[in-house]
């Protein structure tokens, strides 16, 4: 087993897995620490270092909120650790490979973390990477900087550093699969059968990266999962990126609440101070200044990725993406008929009729309200219907089994990653034997498409899996993954769901994510 590799600046010892044909890397050093100077820059070249590096332990994670402190349903989940290691130096990797030997040209993951471009991060417990290793898959996590550190903007960066005034977070991820591309046939990796993943903001980072020109041609494969945000019946969306201009004002005001008069001062700040400040900035100014994600730079970010995709201007690669049941679900406020009706009309015009004519859209949750659906399933199928120009298969999956625990969280944000990176033995809920069975082949399912951008194959019993059809306009397929096991859909679609994808992608081609009637 590879246990010891040269990278372009020296080289690393990495540790073996639990599986002892497993060697796992982590903390290696894929761009200078992004402190002082090089504080809000573009990514900076590594120094070489002398001798052989350790790399047995995760690197500090990047500035923060302090995991572990509260007790939401990710603090229980795997934010755990207050006294985790935390600094502004945090532009590390981590790889687990198989391998015996340099060159085997395995495929390569890129994993990308969620946590809304403010918090998150690479050594959390279900992103451990033996699992899929075990397959014969190179697994690549990259660190970046979030919130304040990865995206503030003001006029004096974009005067400064017009080539890079934004988006230090999505450039680090940049950097982090450049490196990849540059190094990891020394761990096993083919450098040219590489695949880029992400959750939530990860996916969101995925999206970025697909529709970034620099880009394309860097990767080969795409699985997007719970970032295609979007809901029929408000105005926004999840993801859309900040234009320069308002970012910029927005970088202004916060340092006025740091008591700085430039940018110069602000780089000299302490890093915990400023992670702190911002806590606090965006607290006070909650509902007036967002929090500090993706800019509409024109030089990393040239529009809306989800309008970008939708277009056919992206990376031409297979993706794979899908949603949990129970996340992001979309309902129209009311509290009565009467009510849904008034708001029908001011949403919907003269297709309210057609609306109401759905008997979905008289069901009411005495919570939420009338006409539950899933923005966000309808968003991707819709795009995956619509995109413009040729491109490779799209595969959509619905994770919906059952999830145990006294909270009853039913297939919350995030739950299905314990399952895809097959990590469930770490997790505190009572899982028991049809959640490994499903585990096992959805990390199966995942393998087979980082490895070939098609996820069909052999359990490992050798019998075939449930066979998983590309999504088309033509024919809807997919795969649900439930407690039974997977099952795939097969032309699915209600009218009701239709009419809502119709909405939200003749919205996106107007270039603006909700408008009246």
Known sequence: M???????????????????????????????????????????????????RDASRFAPVSMQNIPGLGDDIYCREWHVDPDI???????????????????????????????GLQC???????????RLARRGIVVVSVNYRVNVFGFLAHPQLTSQQPDAPANFGSLDQQAGLRWVLRNIAAFGGDPENVTIAGQSAGGGSVLSQMTCPDNFGMFQKAVIM???????????????????????????????????????????????????????????FSGMCPPMCTVLDDRFCVGDPMELFLAGKHADVAVMAGNTSDEFLNFIPADSEEELEERAKELFGE????????????????????????????TIKGIFANEKGEHGERYYYRFDPDIPGWDQPGTFHSSDLWFFFETLAKCWRPFVGHHYDLARKMCTYWANFIKTGNPNGLDADGSALEEWRPYTKENPCGMAFESAGPRALDGEETGFASFLTDRIIRSMERGKVWQDG
């Open 2 to 52: 590879i246990r010891e590799a040269r990278t372009e600046n020296g080289w690393v010892r990495g540790i073996e897995a639990a599986d002892p044909r497993i060697t796992a890397f982590r903390g290696i050093p894929f761009a200078a620490p992004p402190v002082g100077e090089n504080r809000w820059r573009a990514p900076q070249p590594c120094k070489d270092w002398e001798g052989v």
């Open 85 to 115: 290691p935390m600094s502004e130096d945090c532009l590390y990797l981590n790889i687990w490979t198989g391998a015996g030997k340099e060159n085997e040209k395995l495929p390569v993951l890129v994993w990308f973390f969620g946590g």
């Open 120 to 130: 998150g991060y690479t050594a959390e417990m279900e992103f451990d990477g033996e």
């Open 226 to 284: 719970s970032a295609m945000i979007r809901s029929p019946y408000e105005e926004g969306g999840v993801g859309v990126p900040q234009p320069l201009w308002e970012a910029e004002e927005n970088g202004q005001h916060f340092f006025g609440f740091l008591g700085v008069s430039c940018l110069e001062e602000a780089r000299k700040l302490d890093a915990a101070f400023i992670r702190d400040k911002y806590a606090e900035y965006l607290r006070t």
């Open 351 to 378: 297709e309210a009729d057609t609306f109401l004519a759905f008997p979905e859209s008289r069901r009411r949750d005495e919570r939420r309200g009338y006409a539950g659906v899933s923005g966000t399933e309808c």
